[in-house]
């Protein structure tokens, strides 16, 4: 319950015709009456006080840095995080060595270029707590191959030309590799819906759709 303001309280009790000491007199006297009925309702086990949730453990409170232990690309990692460390900067600022495939652009969760797979899904490390990842499955564009031996979509994006500046590149890589390990047989639309979360400033979405294409039809060779 708001109280008045003084100014309200006086203004109310002109209008009522009562002193304003009167006024917050009783006004205080209803506070404490509700705080003893809400009481009484709790220790007779009143519906209400049945109704409420039961008060467990109380959550554990995190503050500072605390080490935590992340899967990232089939590894135990450790790394070191605030309670408000997004897991894009875990990953690109905290971790030793760090992963730097996912690409920091927006930082409001509206690009893609710091997507990574989340248990197999597409995900905005951005728009995520590194501390809510315990016990995720994280792989990022590094996890997907190596130079030596480029994944499927990796090397469909080199072959078909798929980048301009490249920053867009690691998450749209990402992205198309959930999409096809998911459903190898995606069809241009389901490729385009599937990466309708990631954003190309350079316009190079034809040699991206035509590079997830390709990289489809090597997959389901694979497979
Ligand atoms: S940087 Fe995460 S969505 Fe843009
Ligand atoms: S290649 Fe530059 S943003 Fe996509």
Known sequence: MSMPSGDESKRVASVVGVSRRNFLRNVGAAAVAAELLDAAGTARGSSQAMDAPVAGPSPEVVSGATSISLTINGQARSVSVEPRTTLVSALRDRLE????????VCDAGTCGACTVLLDGRAAYACSLLA????????TTVEGLGTPDKLSPVQAAFCEKDAMMCGFCTSGFVTTVTGVLTKNPNATPEQIREGCKGNFCRCGTFP?????????????????
Do not use: N, Q, W, Y
Not at 97 to 104: E, H
Not at 131 to 138: K, L, Q
Not at 207 to 219: N, Q, R, S, T
């Open 97 to 104: 060595p760090a992963l730097t495939g996912p690409k920091l």
């Open 207 to 223: 040699h991206i759709f035509e590079a997830a294409l390709a990289a489809g039809a090597e997959m389901r060779k694979e497979s």
């Open 131 to 138: 501390i809510d990842m315990v016990g995720r499955s994280i």
